[in-house]
């Protein structure tokens, strides 16, 4: 075998630590290889999440090796963030050479590491390829859009994402004779569900502290831009929770831009009507999971996490008018409530006593080996 194919892997957001790890954990499985092209990663983190608990915690409960780079750009505007990161991943870029751009999902740090990467002809792989809210007030809609333009080989989660993609005239030609590969790999975030589930037994001790019983609480988290800054859906939401709060207890871990808002409101929501919802920090992976197995229901605006109610068979309220993991919709074990308080609780009593069938939607959790070792062939050059 030659010299080792160099992949640089873009991450700089919660999802994205816990899509990476077990991509990371392929390649280093791969080096040895004497079957396909050994692979080597430098792993670049441009800083977008940057608290402990939104990011070292994921690096290290996950063993994800340390990032070679650390860009430390975070907490502005979208502009200015995917600006900032675009010129400090170039130079990484310019400096590293690698033979791929490895970018997940649709955060403002997958769209940088995707145009900057193609700017200097260097294929893109996109990890969560294809899907669509077909709501561009999202952030990440744009996100997607243009990194899935942008790349090489689109690695789709699901059929659904597959037919988004053929709908928009996807693959589209790249140069003369070549143009871009998609593909259904599934999941990684179901690999990761499945392989961290024992660690997450061994080490979480999260229901002790919590003083929690299974089945006995709902677990909610909210983060997404649209619900949090806008102050009305904002109370609407927390106002749903307390209501479902005085049947069960409701736990919510506290993204910081959630926290950030829930500081802006008046004191009234937050003080007198949300008093009986627990807030915590937001959680380290094994934590969460633990949290997310023992849930009676999860109630959430997060892609990953509506994911993870379904493969642990826990029903799902989501917090939103739409979502781009429809299969779930389809299969009964998530429910779309939007964003007032009404019909968020009638999502929670028509959800609550829902039994949930994981069957394999996402993938049979071997997502990363297949990625893997499709980037390990030596076919792809443009
Ligand atoms: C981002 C992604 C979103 C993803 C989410 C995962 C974009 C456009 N959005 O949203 O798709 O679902 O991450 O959690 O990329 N902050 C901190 N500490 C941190 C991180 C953030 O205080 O460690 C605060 C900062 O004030 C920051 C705000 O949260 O301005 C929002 O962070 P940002 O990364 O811009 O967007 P998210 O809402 O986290
Ligand atoms: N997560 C976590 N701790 C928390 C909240 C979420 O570990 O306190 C994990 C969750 O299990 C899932 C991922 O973070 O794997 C989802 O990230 P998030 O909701 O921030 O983003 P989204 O998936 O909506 O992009």
């Not at 502009?79 to 991943?89: F, K």
């Not at 660690?199 to 709902?218: D, G």
């Not at 997060?302 to 379904?310: C, D, H, N, P, T």
Request: net charge neutral; aromatic share 6%.
């Amino acid at each position: 075998m030659g010299d080792k194919a160099k992949i640089a892997t873009i991450i700089g957001a919660r999802p994205q630590f816990i899509k990476a790890a077990t991509v990371s954990r392929a390649i280093g499985h791969n080096s040895h290889s004497t079957q396909s092209q050994p692979i080597t990663e430098i792993l670049v983190h441009t800083g977008q999440h940057y608290d402990d608990s939104m990011s070292e915690v994921f690096f290290r409960e996950l063993e994800i090796p340390k990032p070679d780079y650390n860009l430390g750009i975070g907490g502005g505007t979208h502009g200015r963030n995917t600006g900032r990161m675009i010129e400090a991943i170039e130079a990484v870029l310019i400096k590293e050479k690698p033979r791929w751009v490895l970018v997940y999902g649709d955060t403002d740090s997958t769209l940088a590491g995707a145009l900057a990467a193609a700017k200097l002809h260097i294929p893109v792989a996109h990890v969560e390829a294809g899907l669509r809210s077909y709501n561009r007030i999202m952030p990440e809609e744009i996100n997607r859009i243009l990194a899935d333009q942008l790349s090489t080989l689109l690695f789709c989660p699901t059929e659904t994402a597959i037919a988004n993609l053929k709908k928009e005239g996807f693959p589209n030609k790249l140069t003369a004779d070549t143009e871009q590969t998609i593909i259904n790999i599934g999941d990684v975030m179901y690999d990761a569900a499945l392989f961290y589930a024992t660690k997450s037994e061994e080490k979480s001790c999260i229901m002790r502290t919590l003083q929690l019983e299974p089945k006995k609480f709902v677990l909610a988290t909210i983060h997404r831009a649209e619900n949090t800054d806008n102050p009305e859906r904002l109370k609407g939401i927390l106002d749903a929770l307390s209501q479902i709060a005085g049947e069960i207890s409701v736990i919510l871990p506290l993204h910081p831009r959630t926290k950030k808002q829930l500081e802006l409101l008046d004191s009234s929501p937050l003080a007198q009507r949300s008093f009986s919802i627990t807030f915590i920090e937001p959680l380290g992976y094994l934590d969460m999971v633990m949290l997310e197995k023992n849930a009676k229901v999860i109630i959430t605006d997060s892609g990953g996490v509506q994911k993870e109610a379904y493969f642990h068979g826990v029903p799902c309220v989501t917090v939103r008018n739409e979502t781009e993991w429809v299969e779930l919709i389809e299969a009964g074990a998530n429910c779309l409530a939007g964003t007032r308080s009404k019909t968020i609780c009638e999502g929670f009593q028509k959800m609550k006593d829902q039994t949930i069938e994981t069957t394999r939607l996402y993938g049979d959790g071997n997502s990363a080996g297949k990625i893997v070792k499709l980037l390990s062939k030596d076919c792809w050059r443009i």
